[in-house]
């Protein structure tokens, strides 16, 4: 395999209009250390324009995005879904705007007692938040560790999750995975370590693709925002991150993502949130808004990173 540091879509990853999409391509693909000078510019800039500066210019004077009394409702702009992008982008509680965003999190959904206590709620809001707020730059907060000590006990049998009633779990609860990826190795305890290896074990055994019904249409395209929802892509990202890119059985969905790249070594955004297919076991009660940073059926810098941040992991385990 070519190494991807040398690939020729590497410099449209570093053009200068996007930041996050500049940072994550010096520090994950070129391979320079955070120290670098070049590096510290380019993530002092993923708040001053881009993505990340849009988001945060939608963000109201006390913290929140679209309603004051709901954190999670209206799907997909309301402040869950534009923290869950600002985590996804690289930036902590060193930015205001986080800051603000966590205290709400944290007086609404980590009060205990409180009117909508996320400890009581499900795994996929769980393990969102969790990584949300680890991303920010909160992972020794008590509240935080309990979102994970909740992960490891909300574990099935068979080593996956599900966001509903079942004694199995699914592919489409990849959360708490996503969720332990974004812990540090020093901040993993055993059993969370145990828990990651049974949750990956049942990822890498279904092959990312395979939970035992028909196949599903919307999980072999690729999205971003993915919001609580699952594609091939997701999987990738989330098992090479646990450090799983050695694993021979991840190599259909690798297959399946390499052949969707285009010639010019790019990738392409393929649906936008809700994308849901005839077998989807739900449906959703209320109509939701999309919302997305790129243009469905366009070439995406954001798919096109983080595919080449998978081929990169896997490129480094072999």
Not at 283 to 309: C, D, M, N, Q
């Amino acid at each position: 395999m070519q190494s991807v540091r040398h690939e020729p879509v590497i410099d449209w990853l570093l053009e200068e209009n996007q930041p996050a999409v500049r940072y994550f391509t010096l520090v994950d693909l070129v391979e320079r250390g955070k120290d670098d000078s070049e590096v510290r510019q380019t993530y002092s800039n993923i708040s001053r324009k881009g993505w990340a500066f849009d988001v945060l210019s939608m963000q109201k004077r006390k913290g929140h995005w679209q309603s004051a009394r709901s954190l999670y409702l209206p799907k997909y702009t309301s402040t869950n879904w534009m923290s869950l992008i600002l985590s996804d982008l690289g930036l902590g509680r060193e930015e205001r705007g986080v800051r603000k965003a966590a205290d709400l999190f944290f007086n609404q959904w980590l009060a205990v007692p409180s009117m909508r206590n996320i400890f009581n709620d499900e795994v996929c809001v769980v393990g969102n938040t969790a990584r949300m707020l680890t991303r920010f730059g909160y992972v020794d907060d008590f509240r935080v560790r309990k979102l994970f000590d909740r992960l490891v006990e909300d574990q099935k049998e068979d080593g996956g999750w599900h966001c509903f009633e079942s004694s199995s779990g699914s592919l489409d609860c990849w959360e708490a995975l996503a969720a332990f990826s974004a812990l540090p190795t020093s901040r993993q305890t055993r059993k969370i370590r145990n828990s990651i290896e049974r949750g990956a074990e049942f990822y890498l055994e279904r092959r990312l693709c395979n939970d035992g019904g028909g196949s599903y249409a919307p999980w072999f395209r690729f999205h971003y925002p993915n919001h609580y929802y699952y594609d091939i892509l997701v999987g990738l990202d989330v098992i090479t991150r646990l450090g799983y890119g050695y694993d021979r059985r991840l190599k259909w969905a690798l297959d399946m993502m390499v052949k969707k790249r285009r010639r010019n070594g790019i990738w392409l955004l393929d649906k936008v949130h809700p994308d849901l297919g005839p077998g989807a076991e739900y449906r959703l009660r209320r109509k939701a808004k999309s919302f997305s940073l790129e243009k469905a059926g366009r070439p995406s810098k954001w798919i096109t990173l983080t595919a080449l941040r998978v081929l990169n992991r896997v490129e480094k385990a072999s």
